[in-house]
C-alpha cells in the first residue's frame, strides 16, 4: 500500500531518501514526507506527488545521516500534509512511518490521550508513536525493545520503520504481514517497503520474515522474532534490473496484482470479524432502529463495480430478505426511482471519483436516503457523498484492468451484507457461523486457486486466435461470466459477450458455431445441473467449451476441452474464486497476442 525507505550511513540521508521514495512511486500514493536526525527530528511532509514535497524542501537543508520516508496510500485519515509520514511522538524525539493497518488503534488511542499524549492526526500509525515514547518512558529501555514490547500489543498489520534522536546510528524495523526488506553495505544499513528502493545501494537484502524486527546499522543487521529470541537472518541475492523489481518478479503490473489478491483479501476483512466470529463494522453508526427500518436497497455502479453489485445483490437478498434493485450508475437518476428515508442506496467504486457513481449518490441524498459507498481510495469524492464508507484496503492499482479491487468490493459487500442479516436477525447460529467461517478461508482458497494458472496458459495459446468468445453463468455465475467477457475484450481486444445462460435460447444461441469458444461457471451448486444442460446444449452445436468448477468434478470434465478447477466454497461466495482463472485468461491471451 505505502512505500518505505530508510537509510542509515555516511552519506547524507535526504537525497537517498528522495532517490528510495521516486523508485517506489509506481506503488500509487497520495503524500510523502521524510525524517532525518540531525541532533534533532526534522520532519517535512506534503500531500500530492513527490514533486510537492521536493517544492517544499527547495531552499533549505537538511543535513543528517539517519532518516526514513514515506509515500502513502491513505487507509486512516484524509491525504493532508497532517496525516502523512513519518509520525513523531508528543517529544518530537522518535519519528515513524508504518504500512498497513493497526486494527486497534481507537482502543489505543483512549489509552494514551488518558496518560496526557496528545494526537495531531486521524492516522492510525501516530499511536504507534506515541506506544512506544510510552514504553521507553515506562521502561527505561532502548528503541529496539520499546519496539518488540510493541509490536506485541498493536493488532493487525504492519510493517514498522521507527528512529531515535538518542540512538542515530540505527533504524529499527518490525513486519506483521506486510512485507519489508533490509540490508546493509560496509557504510549503510538500508530498508525499503520494495526491492527497487535498495537497488542502487545493495543487491544483497533480508526479507524479513512474519513477527520479526530488525535493528538495522552501518554494515550489520540484526534480527529477532517477536518473542525477543535471536535469530540468524537469510541473505537473498537480487538479480533483478529495475524494471522487473518494481513489477515484483513479474512480467506485468497486471500479473502482479492478481497475485496479490490474497493480501487484498485479508486486508479488506482484517478488523471486520472478530475472534467469535461476529462480524463488525465500526464504520456504520446506525441504531439497531435505524437499521431495521431499511425496505428497500438499490446499488449503483459501473462497470467491473456494476458486477460486483450484481453479486451483492444475490448476497443481500438471500441473507437479509431485503428487496434489491441494481441499477447502472448512468442510468439511475434518468428513471424517476422510488426511494424514500426507509431506503439505502450502495454505491460501488474502485476510485471513488466515477462522475456517473457520484451523481447517483448525490441523487439519493436529495431524496432523503441513508447512502453507503464501497471504494478503494480514502478522501475521495464518494467518501464525501456517503453516510457510511467501506474501503477496500487493497491498495493502489496500477494495471488498467481491476483484478485486486474487484475481488476486494466483492468481499467488502458480502461483509457488509452479512452485517446487515447479523444486526436485522435473519442470519444467525450455526449458518452465520459457517458462511463467517467460509470467509475466513477465502485468501488460502485464493492462493489454491492461482495454482490453475498452467492450465489457463495452456487455453490461452489454444484460443489466442479465436474472433468471438461467450460466457455464461446462472445466479452469481452470471456476475462472473460478464466480468470474464469484459475483461477479454478490455485486455485482449477480442469479441465477448456474457449471457445469463438460461437466456442463450432467446437468440444468442444463433452465435454458436463449430470452434466457439463458450467459458460456462458451473459452481453455482444450486443451478448446477441446469448449467450441465446449457454445456450439453452448445456442444452439440459445436462449442469448445471452458468450464471453471469445483475440485474433483468429473462430469464437468467429461464436458471441457478444458478445465479451470477452483476449491468449493459457499455458493455466494464462489464469484470470489471463480473470476481468478478469467482475470489470468484474458491476460494470457493478450500476451499470446503480442498486446502491451
Known amino acids: ?31 510523502s514526507g521524510v525524517a532525518v536526525i540531525n541532533g534533532h527530528m526534522t520532519v517535512e511532509r506534503k500531500a500530492g506527488r513527490i514533486g510537492e514535497l521536493l517544492e517544499e524542501l527547495e531552499g533549505t537543508t537538511i543535513e543528517g545521516t539517519t532518516g526514513i520516508g514515506h509515500t502513502r496510500w491513505a487507509t486512516h485519515g484524509a491525504p493532508t500534509d497532517i496525516n502523512a509520514h513519518p509520525h513523531r511522538d508528543c517529544s518530537g524525539d522518535l519519528a515513524v512511518v508504518h504500512n498497513g493497518i493497526i486494527e486497534n488503534h481507537d482502543v489505543l488511542r483512549q489509552r494514551l490521550t488518558a ?30 525493545d520499546a519496539v518488540l514490547e510493541a509490536v506485541n500489543i498493536l493488532e493487525g498489520a504492519f510493517a514498522l520503520v521507527c528512529i531515535s534522536i538518542h540512538e542515530p546510528d540505527r533504524i529499527i524495523v518490525a513486519r506483521q504481514e506486510p512485507p519489508i526488506i533490509v540490508g546493509a553495505s560496509a557504510d549503510a544499513g538500508l530498508v525499503g517497503s520494495d526491492i527497487p528502493a535498495l537497488l542502487a545501494y545493495t543487491r544483497d537484502v533480508i526479507p524479513l520474515d512474519n513477527y520479526q524486527v530488525a535493528e538495522v546499522m552501518r554494515g550489520s543487521v540484526r534480527v529477532w522474532g517477536f518473542d525477543g529470541v535471536e535469530v540468524t537472518p537469510q541473505t537473498v541475492h537480487v538479480e533483478w534490473d529495475m524494471d ?52 428497500k436497497i438499490v446499488v449503483v455502479a459501473c462497470g467491473t463495480s456494476y458486477h460486483a453489485g450484481m453479486t451483492a445483490k444475490h448476497s443481500i437478498e438471500h441473507w437479509t430478505r431485503i428487496p434489491v434493485e441494481l441499477d447502472y450508475a448512468s442510468e439511475f437518476r434518468y428513471r424517476d426511482p422510488v426511494l424514500n428515508e426507509r431506503s439505502l442506496v450502495i454505491g460501488i467504486g474502485q476510485s471513488g471519483e466515477t462522475a456517473d457513481t457520484l451523481a447517483a449518490m448525490r441523487f439519493a441524498r436529495e431524496m432523503g436516503t441513508k447512502v453507503v459507498a464501497i471504494t478503494n481510495v480514502v478522501g475521495s469524492s464518494m467518501t464525501r457523498e456517503a453516510d457510511a464508507v467501506l474501503f477496500t484496503h487493497a491498495g493502489p492499482e496500477i494495471g488498467v484492468a481491476a483484478t485486486k479491487t474487484f475481488l476486494a468490493q466483492l468481499v467488502a459487500a458480502n461483509i457488509f451484507a452479512l452485517w446487515l442479516a447479523q444486526e436485522r436477525g435473519t442470519m444467525y447460529g450455526d449458518k452465520l457461523a459457517e458462511t463467517v467461517d467460509a470467509m475466513r478461508r477465502l485468501p488460502e ?8 494458472q498452467d492450465s489457463v496458459l495452456q487455453a490461452a495459446k489454444r484460443y489466442a486466435d479465436a474472433r468471438d468468445f461467450i460466457f455464461i453463468g446462472r445466479g452469481v455465475g452470471n456476475a462472473v461470466a460478464l ?35 463458450v467459458v460456462a461457471i458451473l459452481t453455482g ?3 448446477y445441473e441446469k448449467m450441465l444442460s446449457n454445456v450439453e446444449e452448445v456442444r452439440a452445436r459445436g462449442a469448445d467449451t471452458i468450464l471453471i468448477a469445483h475440485q474433483g468434478d468429473e462430469r464437468a ?39 502491451p
Open 1 to 31: 500500500m505505502c512505500g518505505i525507505v530508510g537509510y542509515v550511513g555516511d552519506e547524507q540521508a535526504l537525497p537517498v531518501l528522495l532517490n528510495g521514495m521516486q523508485k517506489l512511486e509506481y506503488r500509487g500514493y497520495d503524500s
Open 115 to 144: 496518560e496526557g499524549h496528545s494526537f495531531k492526526s486521524q492516522t492510525d500509525t501516530e499511536v504507534a508513536v506515541h506506544l512506544i515514547e510510552s514504553i521507553i518512558e515506562e521502561k527505561k529501555c532502548s528503541l529496539k
Open 244 to 295: 522487473a523489481a518494481e513489477k515484483g518478479g513479474f512480467e506485468d503490473f497486471m500479473l502482479k496484482e492478481i497475485y496479490e489478491q490474497p493480501e487484498a483479501v485479508r486486508n479488506t476483512m482484517r478488523g471486520r470479524i472478530d475472534d467469535s466470529g461476529r462480524v463488525t463494522l465500526d464504520e456504520v453508526s446506525w441504531t439497531s432502529e435505524e437499521i431495521k427500518a431499511i425496505d
Open 445 to 452: 482458497q485464493i492462493e489454491e486457486t492461482l495454482l490453475v
Open 483 to 517: 466480468e470474464g467477457a469484459l475483461k477479454l475484450k478490455e485486455i485482449s481486444y477480442i469479441h465477448a459477450e456474457g449471457y445469463a445462460a438460461g437466456e442463450l435460447k432467446h437468440g444468442p444461441i444463433a452465435l454458436i458455431e463449430d470452434g466457439v469458444p
Open 525 to 527: 451448486e444450486p443451478l
Open 557 to 595: 470434465r467429461a464436458l471441457a476441452n478444458e478445465l479451470f478447477e477452483v476449491p468449493m466454497t459457499k455458493p455466494l461466495l464462489s464469484p470470489i474464486l471463480d473470476t481468478i482463472p478469467l482475470q489470468m485468461l484474458s491476460y494470457f491471451i493478450a500476451k499470446e497476442k503480442g498486446l
